[in-house]
């Protein structure tokens, strides 16, 4: 069982920086991805990275703005949210997965566990 926690929400103006980081322990996954869910919409995928990090993959919205990154341990991934915009108002989640096809890293239903989220709010 993996145990994962987000740290570094919070509140932000428009055109700013946050950094969130997720700390997993006690069990094995291939790989770590970020989600985003604002309030009435699904959760959608932000980025992800391999427990190596030889495979880092980005959604498109958020490519050129936001870097995905781990450590030598691979235990922990980084998310550093530069030039953050009102839209990436969300609260987010990392998850972790055993999975080995790179289009399932940014699934939300092909996750095996689940932080339980951290808040970003953007004001305009």
Same mark, same amino acid.
């Given at each position: ?69 781990? *450590? ?6 980084? @998310?550093?949210?530069?030039? @953050?915009?009102?839209? *990436? ?29 951290? @808040? ?5």
């Amino acid at each position: 069982q993996v145990q994962l926690v987000e740290s570094g929400g919070g509140l932000v103006q428009a055109g700013g920086s946050l950094r969130l980081s997720c700390a997993a322990s006690g069990g094995s996954f291939s790989g770590i991805s970020w989600f985003r869910q604002a309030p009435g919409s699904d959760r959608k995928f932000v980025a992800a990275i391999s427990r190596s990090g030889g495979i880092i993959i980005y959604a498109d919205s958020v490519k050129g703005r936001f870097t995905i990154s781990g *450590d030598d341990s691979g235990n922990m991934a980084h @998310l550093q949210m530069n030039s @953050l915009q009102p839209e *990436d108002t969300a609260v987010y989640y990392c998850a972790a997965h055993r999975r080995t096809d790179t289009f399932e890293f940014q699934v939300p239903s092909s996750m095996d566990y689940w932080g339980e989220g951290t @808040l970003v709010t953007v004001s305009s």
